[in-house]
């Protein structure tokens, strides 16, 4: 059974940086992708950074590209978001997934979903 569990959020400035953590038990390499989206109240779930299972390669949303670096940690079974430059549309609450889409930005491609965690940005 895989359970991705989300810290790090929390209120920043704008300008600021945060760091996102996604603690994956029971992930495996068959378990998939992983990817981080995010939810701003009143919008739809949006994909933001990806990373590929199979060749590592990263992809990120147009909005964050530049500002927002994915990384997996195999050995310690942990996925990262690093993001700086933060802005006020970043506020949102941020979602780990895990799964083999066939789209890599489609919500009901992923299996498994972490809980969330806010990350609130003001100006």
């Known amino acids: 059974q895989v359970q991705l569990v989300e810290s790090g959020g929390g209120s920043v400035q704008a300008g600021g940086s945060l760091t996102l953590s996604c603690a994956a038990s029971?992930?495996?390499?068959?378990?998939?992708?992983m990817a981080w989206f995010r939810q701003a109240p009143g919008k739809e779930r949006e994909g933001v950074a990806v990373?590929?299972?199979?060749?590592?390669?990263?992809y990120y949303a147009d909005s964050v590209k530049g500002r927002f670096t994915i990384s997996q940690d195999n050995r310690e079974k942990t996925l990262l978001l690093q993001m700086s430059s933060l802005k006020p549309e970043d506020t949102a609450m941020y979602y780990c997934?895990?799964?083999?889409?066939?789209?890599?930005?489609?919500?009901?491609?992923?299996?498994?979903w972490g809980q969330g965690t806010q990350v609130t940005v003001s100006s």
């Open positions: 990373v590929g299972v199979r060749d590592g390669r990263t």
């Open positions: 029971g992930y495996t390499y068959s378990t998939g992708n």
């Open positions: 997934a895990a799964g083999w889409p066939g789209n890599i930005w489609a919500v009901g491609g992923y299996e498994y």
